[in-house]
T-cell receptor, first 112, second 114 residues
Framework: KQEVTQIPAALSVPEGENLVLNCSFTDSAIYNLQWFRQDPGKGLTSLLLIQSSQREQTSGRLNASLDKSSGRSTLYIAASQPGDSATYLCAVPSGNTGKLIFGQGTTLQVKP | EPEVTQTPSHQVTQMGQEVILRCVPISNHLYFYWYRQILGQKVEFLVSFYNNEISEKSEIFDDQFSVERPDGSNFTLKIRSTKLEDSAMYFC????????????FGPGTRLTVL
């Protein structure tokens, strides 16, 4: 049974810092991994989808890496800004229909 | 840019009442999903829907729950007799082809059962 874990649960950094969020999964036979952003009380915004054949995927200041063999992904945020404050979730598809299994998220606070 | 929409944004109901949560997936997508997130907990899968039938459901999705695609655009989740523990944020998602494809989520419906 696939399980997804995110460390740390919460992170507080000053503005401008580069930071790394971690995601690990127990079953390495995945098609892809998706990173989401969730603002308080809001929906899930897809940030990056990294396919199993890829090592990295970049979007603006965000860079996601994937190491299937070790069951890990990282989300790197460069030059963090207060507007990056949110909860970041990673998820992997499981089963035949692609249902997503989510981690518990990392809540990020970027202080001005 | 196409997006998934959900209505209502917030629903308050009394225990035992029926509720219907509505979603409009992205128009050319073929796979539809419902997830829920109880406050402070992980997002959990409820059900997936393809070709007008349920393709997979979780243990949570018992006889009190049902899904329907009544027309070419809407996708609904019905809870027949709500319980206090059904209070959660319910998210609809859609993807172009299912496994291996990016899922796009709606803004969610916050269900409060009193």
């Amino acid at each position: 049974k696939q399980e997804v874990t995110q460390i740390p649960a919460a992170l507080s950094v000053p503005e401008g810092e580069n930071l790394v969020l971690n995601c690990s999964f127990t079953d390495s036979a995945i098609y892809n991994l998706q990173w989401f952003r969730q603002d308080p009380g809001k929906g899930l915004t897809s940030l990056l989808l990294i396919q199993s054949s890829q090592r990295e995927q970049t979007s603006g200041r965000l860079n996601a890496s994937l190491d299937k063999s070790s069951g890990r992904s990282t989300l790197y945020i460069a030059a963090s800004q207060p507007g990056d404050s949110a909860t970041y979730l990673c998820a992997v598809p499981s089963g035949n229909t692609g249902k997503l299994i989510f981690g518990q998220g990392t809540t990020l606070q970027v202080k001005p | 840019e196409p997006e998934v929409t959900q209505t209502p944004s917030h629903q308050v109901t009394q225990m035992g009442q029926e509720v219907i949560l509505r979603c409009v997936p992205i128009s050319n997508h073929l796979y539809f999903y419902w997830y829920r997130q109880i406050l402070g907990q992980k997002v959990e899968f409820l059900v997936s829907f393809y070709n007008n039938e349920i393709s997979e459901k979780s243990e949570i999705f018992d006889d009190q729950f049902s899904v329907e695609r009544p027309d070419g655009s809407n996708f609904t989740l019905k809870i027949r007799s709500t319980k206090l523990e059904d209070s959660a944020m319910y998210f609809c998602a859609s993807s172009l082809r299912g496994l291996g494809y990016e899922q796009f989520f709606g803004p969610g419906t916050r269900l409060t059962v009193l």
